[in-house]
């Protein structure tokens, strides 16, 4: 059977299905054959490390789990003829459920009125403060993608105004902005929704939040590294920034004991996807995409860059 390289973990169920057409060898263990190696199964937090790749002269496939993918250097992966999948789409819905949760949590201040409760405060103290409404408000979606429109979708029945910023402007409804820092002035809240990578690498910097201001919201459900986040503790902390909802991080799983310690924060363990159900869904995409290619050669949901491949 032909070789596979899996970095990271996998479920019963993939390494089961893909046991029975490759012989696999878990990075992890620290030993095996690199020059047998046809096939990598990994996922959108590990990759695959540059000094790994170069060391599989017979690499033809990398599935990765997960719809991001900006650890893996798909520009030599191209240059190689090494095909390059993620699992879009089968977690647009739950990640946009993710976004809509960290957003009303903001807005409704749901861990301070929990701890309200669970402390005896509101039967020694009275009720709590007033929180604001979600209804009506002006959400700016930076990275207009599938997950993007969904987060679109799942927000109508609170009524929002939709606007948007991304490298081109779409065929949708939506205002579109060409300047971030113009949207987000205009904006109560903003969701993070765009790919990772250098392009993107702390896209929301000090003017973005500022501009904000002290009454935005900002949500992140995308990668740690398109938020600065040193400008965004000092921005919460100076009251430029009014809350945050996170999702990811610059350095997870380590999270600044600043944010952790903020009341205007809510924090989440990069848990987007993280249901039984769409992180099912994913894996067996992402053996799907392994066993079509030993198949055939082809692949279901090649990532942008090698969908010509």
Not at 10 to 18: G, K, P, V
Not at 34 to 48: F, L
Not at 82 to 110: F, G, Q, S
């Amino acid at each position: 059977m032909p070789d596979l390289l899996l970095i990271g973990g996998a479920t019963d169920t993939m390494i089961a299905r893909m046991a029975e057409k490759f012989t696999i060898h878990k990075l992890s263990d620290g030993n095996y054959p690199a020059e047998k190696i046809t096939h990598v199964c990994t996922n959108g937090h590990d990759g695959v490390k540059p000094e790994i790749m170069a060391d599989l002269p017979s690499l033809k496939l990398i599935s990765c789990y997960g719809v991001g993918y900006d650890a893996i250097d798909t520009t030599e992966a191209v240059r190689r003829g090494i095909v390059v999948t993620h699992t879009p789409n089968v977690l647009n819905a739950e990640v946009a459920t993710t976004a809509v949760l960290l957003m009303l949590a903001c807005y409704r201040e749901l861990l301070r009125d929990d701890a309200h409760v669970r402390s005896g405060n509101w039967e020694v103290n009275g009720n709590a403060p007033l929180t604001r409404s979600a209804d009506n408000q002006t959400v700016g979606i930076l990275g207009l993608g599938r997950i993007g429109q969904a987060i679109a979708d799942k927000l109508a029945p609170w009524n929002p105004t939709i606007v948007y910023h991304t490298r081109t402007k779409k065929d949708v409804a939506y205002k579109y902005y060409d300047d971030l820092k113009a949207m987000a002035a205009d904006c109560d809240v903003l969701i993070c929704i765009t790919p990772g990578g250098p392009s993107t690498n702390k896209i929301v910097n000090a003017d973005v939040l500022e501009a904000l201001g002290p009454q935005g919201t900002l949500i992140n459900v995308s990668r740690g590294s398109v938020v600065d986040e040193a400008a965004l503790i000092t921005a919460l902390q100076t009251g430029k920034l009014g809350w945050a909802g996170l999702d990811v991080f610059e350095q997870e799983p380590h999270v600044p004991q600043a944010l952790r310690d903020m009341p205007n924060t809510v924090l989440l363990p990069h848990v987007g996807s993280a249901t039984i159900e769409t992180r099912a869904a994913m894996g067996a995409l992402t053996v799907d995409n392994l066993l079509q290619h030993l198949e055939n050669g082809t692949v279901i949901s090649p990532v942008p860059e090698c969908a010509d491949m």
